[in-house]
């Protein structure tokens, strides 16, 4: 079946350091895929999205590639902040003849220290 | 726009009582309705999804039940919870296939 598989961390990064969290799928065809954060005590938000091969999303400085070729979607930020202290999840949906189901990893806890 | 309410936000509740947690969304029609939980804080179980009135998929068997008795509601259920069912509960919804889904604000249960 569909899955996401990503890094599970706790990772902990100083101030201003580069983020990659490393997210790869298993799926048939070409689902779309996403990043969501969440925030101690909140719900999920969607943090940025893909739809097709070679698209990338981007959202308040973070980035993200769709790569068919490796089936890959890594999160990236070149500069983190302390209000980036969240836990992330990478997650498809829309795989060809899958449910209507959304697929997550499990998640990777980021803490920025200042 | 769309928004997702979700309620109540804390629960505590005892050993062996029912459950009734409520999903409502406004501002789209005939969306996907899914419940997830949250257990030891980070990773997501999809409990539920519905893609109708009165159509409810069940991905884990347990103690728990979902309806969906009109087009923007969900209610997730238990007839006797167990102190396993403690966890940070959280509706969501999605226009349909290959779309991203939006989240309510969760539930934290206790049982005590």
């Known amino acids: 079946g569909d899955s996401v598989t990503q890094m599970e961390g706790p990772v902990t990064l100083s101030e201003e350091a580069f983020l990659t969290i490393n997210c790869t799928y298993t799926?048939?065809?070409?689902?779309?895929l996403f990043w969501y954060v969440q925030y101690p005590g909140e719900g999920l938000q969607l943090l940025l999205k893909?739809?097709?091969?070679?698209d990338k999303g981007s959202n308040k400085g973070f980035e993200a590639t769709y790569r068919k070729e490796t089936t890959s979607f890594h999160l990236e930020k070149g500069s983190v902040q302390v209000s980036d202290s969240a836990v992330y999840f990478c997650?498809?949906?829309?795989?060809?003849?899958?449910?209507?189901?959304?697929?997550f990893g499990k998640g990777m806890k980021l803490t920025v220290n200042p | 726009s769309q928004t997702i309410h979700q309620w109540p936000a804390t629960l505590v509740q005892p050993v062996g009582s029912p459950l009734s947690l409520e999903c409502t969304v406004e501002?789209?029609?005939?969306?996907?309705l899914y419940w997830y939980r949250q257990a030891a804080g980070r990773g997501l179980q999809l409990l539920f999804y519905?893609?109708?009135?009165?159509?409810i998929s069940s991905e884990v068997p347990q103690n728990l039940s979902a309806s969906r008795p009109q087009d923007r509601q969900f209610i997730l259920s238990s007839k006797k919870l167990l102190l396993s069912d403690s966890g940070f509960y959280l509706c969501?919804?999605?226009?349909?296939?290959?779309?991203?889904?939006?989240f309510g604000q969760g539930t934290r249960l206790t049982v005590v």
């Open positions: 969501a919804w999605s226009s349909g296939w290959g779309t991203e889904a939006f």
């Open positions: 799926a048939t065809g070409y689902p779309s």
């Open positions: 893909a739809t097709k091969a070679d």
């Open positions: 997650a498809l949906s829309g795989a060809q003849g899958g449910s209507e189901k959304l697929v």
């Open positions: 501002g789209t029609s005939n969306p996907n």
């Open positions: 519905s893609v109708g009135i009165g159509q």
